[in-house]
T-cell receptor, first 112, second 115 residues
Framework: KNEVEQSPQNLTAQEGEFITINCSYS?????LHWLQQHPGGGIVSLFM???GKKKHGRLIATINIQEKHSSLHITASHPRDSAVYIC??????????????FGQGTILTVHP | GAGVSQSPRYKVTKRGQDVALRCDPI?????LYWYRQALGQGPEFLTY????????KSGLPNDRFSAERPEGSISTLTIQRTEQRDSAMYRC?????????????FGPGTRLTVL
């Protein structure tokens, strides 16, 4: 089973600050997911990446396959970015490619 | 187009009753996943389908839980003889390609409360 660790668990920032959330996993993978869960409960997929870096608006995700580590960055943070951010990785080994293991989530609060 | 839909959105039931939770994936999506999320916790994998084939059900907690997707589209998660510990948010997701190969789109969830 792939073990997933996120840090920090809680993060408080002032509007405009640069945010970094980290995710480490124990077994090599083909791709990693970053998800956002809004205060209302809905889950949205932000990124699925297997190498390098992806950018979408103010969000940037990077992954280092060799070091088994990914980061999610938010530039110029805004109160509407307040949410829980979750990384997830597929089951390692075997053929159950659709089985994801989730991190415990990072609760981000951005104050105006 | 329409996203993933789930019904009912809220279900309150008494201990011992059976419940059926429905997931309607995005049209054309091959893969369908079921997750459970307890309050304050991250999602937990239950099972997933590739078309109508249930390829992994290792996350189902016990034999009271079952899932089907008979025509490769709509899926039903059934919990028999519900217990209070089954109370949680049950979410489904779907993805366009083969399991594990693409972004997953999540439904709004069904909040199950077992009294």
């Amino acid at each position: 089973k792939n073990e997933v660790e996120q840090s920090p668990q809680n993060l408080t920032a002032q509007e405009g600050e640069f945010i970094t959330i980290n995710c480490s996993y124990s077994v090599g993978i083909s791709a990693l997911h970053w998800l956002q869960q809004h205060p209302g409960g809905g889950i949205v997929s932000l990124f699925m990446l297997s190498s390098g870096k992806k950018k979408h608006g103010r969000l940037i995700a990077t992954i280092n396959i060799q070091e088994k580590h990914s980061s999610l960055h938010i530039t110029a943070s805004h109160p509407r970015d307040s949410a829980v951010y979750i990384c997830a990785v597929p089951n390692a080994g075997g053929t159950s490619y659709g089985k994801l293991t989730f991190g415990q989530g990072t609760i981000l609060t951005v104050h105006p | 187009g329409a996203g993933v839909s789930q019904s009912p959105r809220y279900k309150v039931t008494k201990r011992g009753q059976d419940v059926a939770l429905r997931c309607d994936p995005i049209s054309g999506h091959v893969s369908l996943y079921w997750y459970r999320q307890a309050l304050g916790q991250g999602p937990e994998f239950l099972t997933y389908f590739n078309y109508e084939a249930q390829q992994d059900k290792s996350g189902l907690p016990n034999d009271r839980f079952s899932a089907e997707r008979p025509e490769g589209s709509i899926s039903t998660l059934t919990i028999q003889r519900t217990e209070q510990r089954d109370s949680a948010m049950y979410r489904c997701a779907s993805s366009l390609g083969q399991p594990g190969l693409g972004e997953q789109f999540f439904g709004p969830g069904t909040r199950l409360t077992v009294l």
